[in-house]
């Protein structure tokens, strides 16, 4: 090595040094360069600090300081939340302060290890030893997500629904401890809060802080119900809160302390994945308006205007149908009686296109008060109007008499075909078993995407009275409330479970539509 070489050596080795030195006093530049440095030593990548970052560096650094007790952070994924406000921001604290207990709470216990683990991984680096030379792990507890340090700091990580008996904590961080999908359900989310009650607040210490992060789900998750029971600070409540949407609808001023940001409407919040009003523009198609709403520009208001909307309600004729894989999906009676009830018969066509796009259309369908034997005379005259749907019932319940009845009256009706020389029901039945872990409503659910990309469509032949109280259905659907009257949409949704979708180019199949409109025949006899 030479001279020159030696002393850019020493150089680089007093910087490094410099560095460190700077992280010990800490302050939001000390926080700031201790994620910088932990990115660039232990995760071997450069952390892209963008303005949002740096004001939750100093928000943290408060909360560090007890000058902020309470602090919400509304952000959508790929954002950087966990990282800065778990793994990295609490890594810093158990360097910087002795004796001070720790604990993170996420939704699952799989996450609340993996992101424990990583925070330890963190703290057991060559880096980190180097800046904070006195953190060692206790041999008589050094658990992954259960660790104290010699100088009696602790760290706890549970998931909600978790034992925290005896586990005291200076500042906790609540980290999505509602899952997305179980957002709608009320009783979800009051077992979360009722979790938060009773084991998080009452395990504070004096003077203890809680930051929560989370993307919006709904308007009375966690965050919600933070609000709406303990308040805002500016409003004389507890709560500090910054949100940070993706796309900015109006010029917003962020300023807190000496930090002042002016965000510009239609500015996109820099992340990892989606940087341009193209690529949001794809994230919405691809989530859904109002997910994207909720989830990325956390606007849970929008949930207050009906699940599903009318505008996304679109129809289809003969000639721009596509070729299709059809189901007749049976909507039975949950009781094994085979006295009259509420029943929904809906045959649906699969399609996907060669953008690998799936397309469903309602060909028709029959509903209606009927017993068993009546649900087979409806679902065998659209087995003979459309002899190439392949017939499901679900295995449970009504289905179960329906299945064994069918195949009697089927003999019957064919007896009948038969003696006037007519066409024979050939079409194929299958029991399938009931997917326990999918309710009702998650199946109606999985059609909300769909219905913002118009993919599912109404065939204009469709049965009249089916079609409107499909559309009543579909309109009044609250994905919280059970037991609500469904049988059409659920007849529909639940072809989900089951369908596959027939390949071919949509452009083709129109001009074929076309092609045989001007022969004057129509498709498959509809």
Not at 214 to 229: A, C, V
Not at 392 to 406: K, R, S
Request: net charge positive.
């Amino acid at each position: 090595m030479t001279d020159l070489e030696k002393k850019a050596a020493k150089e680089e080795l007093e910087r490094r040094e410099a560095i460190r030195e700077r992280i010990r006093r800490g302050g939001p530049e000390g926080l700031k360069l201790f994620l910088l440095r932990i990115f660039e030593t232990v995760y071997n990548r450069k952390f892209e600090f963008e303005w949002y970052h740096e004001l939750i560096v100093i928000v943290l650094w408060n909360v560090i300081i007890g000058k902020e007790k309470r602090v919400i952070f509304e952000m959508g994924p790929r954002t950087g939340k966990t990282e800065i406000t778990v793994r990295i921001f609490i890594s810093f604290v158990q360097g910087y302060k002795s004796f001070i207990k720790n604990q993170y709470v996420t939704y699952g216990g799989d996450l609340t290890e993996d992101v424990s683990v990583d925070t330890k991984t963190i703290m057991e680096s060559e880096e980190y030893q180097k800046i904070f030379p006195k953190v060692k792990f206790s041999d008589m507890q050094n658990k992954k997500s259960n660790w104290k340090l010699t100088n009696g700091t602790e760290f706890f990580g549970t998931s909600v629904g978790g034992a925290i008996t005896g586990k005291g904590s200076h500042i906790t961080v609540l980290d999505d401890t509602l899952k997305a999908h179980s957002a709608d359900s009320k009783a979800e989310r009051d077992n979360v809060w009722k979790f938060i009650q009773n084991s998080i607040f009452t395990r504070l210490e004096e003077d203890g802080a809680v930051i929560q992060i989370m993307q919006r789900l709904h308007e009375d998750d966690p965050t919600g119900r933070f609000i709406k029971e303990q308040g805002l600070k500016q409003n004389g409540g507890f709560w500090t809160r910054f949100s940070f949407p993706y796309e900015c609808l109006e010029d917003t001023v962020y300023e807190y302390e000496d930090f002042y940001y002016l965000r510009k409407a239609g500015e996109i919040l820099p992340n990892r994945n989606h940087r341009t009003k193209e690529a949001i523009d794809n994230l919405k198609k691809s989530v859904g308006k109002i997910e994207f709403l909720k989830q990325y520009n956390q606007d849970v208001t929008v949930a207050e205007a009906g699940y599903f909307l009318k505008e996304d309600i679109t129809y289809i004729t003969d000639v721009d149908l596509p070729d299709q894989n059809l189901y007749i999906s049976v909507d039975t009676a949950e009781s094994l009686e085979t006295n009259a009830d509420d029943r929904a018969l809906a045959v649906v066509g699969w399609s996907i296109d060669d953008d690998e796009i799936e397309h469903q259309v309602i060909m028709d369908g029959k509903r209606g008060v009927w017993d068993v034997y009546g649900v087979c005379d409806n679902l065998i005259a659209l087995m003979i109007k459309f002899p190439d749907a392949q017939v499901y019932i679900e295995g449970a319940g009504g289905g179960i008499t329906l299945g064994v009845v069918i195949k009697k009256e089927m003999a019957k009706a064919n007896a009948k075909l038969r003696a006037k020389g007519k066409e024979l029901i050939k079409n194929s039945i299958t029991m399938y078993p009931p997917k326990k872990s999918i309710s009702k409503q998650e199946k109606v659910k999985y059609m909300k995407l769909p219905y913002e990309n118009h993919t599912i469509k109404m065939h204009k032949g469709c049965d009249i009275d089916f079609q409107n109280k499909y559309h009543k259905e579909l309109k009044r659907f609250n994905p919280e409330k059970k037991n609500q009257k469904d049988n059409c949409i659920d007849s529909v949704s639940s072809t989900w479970l089951f369908a596959s979708p027939k390949k071919n180019s949509i452009k083709k199949a129109k001009q074929r539509k076309v092609m045989k409109t001007k022969t004057k025949t129509k498709w498959r006899g509809v």
